[in-house]
């Protein structure tokens, strides 16, 4: 099956840094997403992003299907931005999401 | 905003014992979806669900587990005999046909004593 691996896995910011995620897969996919899963382990949407570009106020996401990687920009940490970022695929022949093992974000105030 | 809603938030069995977890999928939604994360583990995929029947499912979903559609709205995973490595967090998704977003619960927290 698809594998997707998540960089950094633990990332530690001042509040008001910028920080990068990357996913990076290893086959073609038909949907990509990524999720915050929040201290009470709720998994909320952030982006569908199965190609191009997108954003959300202090987030944005660019995924590159030809390359299989895709990137998650958080400007002007807070510290409600800490937990943990998970990308996951759908991989071309199959309905389910793979998940990575996730970036561990801590942001200190 | 629609939401997934899953019931109950938290879950205490003892080793052995059948539970059954519920969920309430966005209304318009065709595709439901179990998921498990173990504690400190990555989201696992356990089951797919599309018009009535089982259309995906992984290594971890053998006879031990089973879903159904008791009716128009809830979509159910019952978990036979369990065990202490089923103590996870389970999560319900839906999502409007097989590539759209998904969009998950809040989760059940399983715990097996």
């Known amino acids: 099956g698809i594998q997707v691996e998540q960089s950094p896995p633990d990332l530690i910011l001042q509040e008001g840094a910028n920080s990068t995620l990357r996913c990076n897969f290893s086959?073609?996919?038909?949907?990509l997403q990524w999720f915050h899963q929040n201290p009470w382990g709720q998994l909320i949407n952030l982006f569908y992003?199965?190609?191009g570009t997108k954003q959300n106020g202090r987030l944005s996401a660019t995924t590159v299907a030809t390359e299989r990687y895709s990137l998650l920009y958080i400007s002007s940490s807070q510290t409600t931005d800490s937990g943990v970022y998970f990308c996951?695929?759908?991989?071309?022949?199959?309905?389910?999401?793979?998940f990575g093992e996730g970036t561990q974000l801590t942001v200190n105030p | 905003e629609p939401e997934v809603t899953q019931t109950p938030s938290h879950q205490v069995t003892q080793m052995g014992q059948e539970v059954i977890l519920r969920c309430v999928p966005i209304?318009?939604?065709?595709?439901f979806y179990w998921y498990r994360q173990i504690l400190g583990q990555k989201v696992e995929f356990l089951v797919s669900?599309?018009?009535?029947?089982?259309?995906?499912k992984s290594e971890i979903f053998d006879d031990q587990f089973s879903v159904e559609r008791p009716d128009g709205s809830n979509f159910t995973l019952k978990i036979r005999s369990t065990k202490l490595e089923d103590s996870a967090m389970y999560f319900c998704?839906?999502?409007?046909?097989?590539?759209?977003?998904?969009?998950f619960g809040q989760g059940t927290r399983l715990t097996v004593v």
């Open positions: 998704a839906s999502s409007s046909h097989g590539l759209s977003e998904a969009f």
């Open positions: 086959d073609s996919v038909n949907n």
């Open positions: 992003i199965p190609s």
């Open positions: 996951a695929v759908v991989e071309t022949s199959g309905s389910r999401l793979t």
């Open positions: 209304s318009n939604h065709l595709y």
């Open positions: 669900f599309y018009n009535n029947e089982i259309s995906e």
